[in-house]
């Protein structure tokens, strides 16, 4: 049980390049999520996906797409990066435990945009 | 709109001294409230949560948050500090019901001297 990976942990891109990063998760999970980790500034939400075929957008989802594939996969895609996409993307999934829903993280995707 | 400060980016104990970190949340309706832990280049992990039962939760590894709502407050606490709770500690906060979003706080990183 490999709970929630993503791909790859590293990236560099150059202004203007696209790119899509992977999420994947193992536990059966309807709800999906994608954040970016700023310093000083805590997770942002950029997209979610309640349930298989459904996205919506979060509080930072300018300059991303989302495709949710399956009920296992998340991805996003940058189509043309830009500096200020320079962060920590984390992908969550949820499941709902008596009255809230319990996040589990991935281990995080480091982009620098030059 | 809900939203959650922390105060203090950083806050540094000795080992065996008590932890406090605090929170503040806003929210127009019942919040669920959660902190979260995030160790070294890993993901976050759900440490303790408050879903409108006990106002005093318990979580891992020692720490435990009460709620009060007269100060809209969710500190955390441990009685005394190990070396190994040196981390990043993450505050959150959701609406009751539904589907629920995360909104953290912007994260206080806990400095633990021998």
């Known amino acids: 049980n490999a709970g929630v990976t993503q791909t790859p942990k590293f990236q560099v891109l150059k202004t203007g390049q696209s790119m899509t990063l992977q999420c994947a998760q193992d536990?059966?999970?309807?709800?999906m999520y994608w954040y970016r980790q700023d310093p000083g500034m805590g997770l942002r939400l950029i997209y979610y996906s309640a349930s298989e075929g459904t996205t919506d957008k979060g509080e930072v989802p300018n300059g991303y797409n989302v495709s949710r594939l399956n009920k296992r996969e998340f991805s996003l895609r940058l189509e043309s990066a830009a500096p200020s996409q320079t962060s920590v993307y984390f992908c969550?999934?949820?499941?709902?435990?008596?009255?809230?829903?319990?996040?589990?993280f991935g281990p995080g995707t480091r982009l620098t945009v030059t | 709109a809900q939203s959650v400060t922390q105060l203090g980016s950083h806050v540094s104990v000795s080992e065996g001294a008590l932890v406090l970190l605090r929170c503040n949340y806003s929210?127009?309706?019942?919040?669920?409230l959660f902190w979260y832990v995030q160790y070294p280049n890993q993901g976050l992990q759900l440490l303790l949560k408050?879903?409108?039962?006990?106002?005093l939760v318990k979580g891992i590894n020692g720490f435990e948050a009460e709620f009060k709502k007269s100060e809209t407050s969710f500190h955390l606490t441990k009685p005394s500090a190990h070396m190994s709770d040196a981390a990043e500690y993450f505050c959150a906060v959701s609406d009751q019901g539904g589907f629920q979003k995360l909104v953290f706080g912007t994260g206080t990183r806990l400095l633990v001297s021998p």
């Open positions: 536990m059966n999970h309807n709800s």
């Open positions: 408050y879903t409108s039962a006990a106002t």
């Open positions: 969550a999934s949820s499941e709902l435990r008596d009255i809230f829903y319990e996040q589990y």
């Open positions: 929210s127009s309706v019942p919040p669920y």
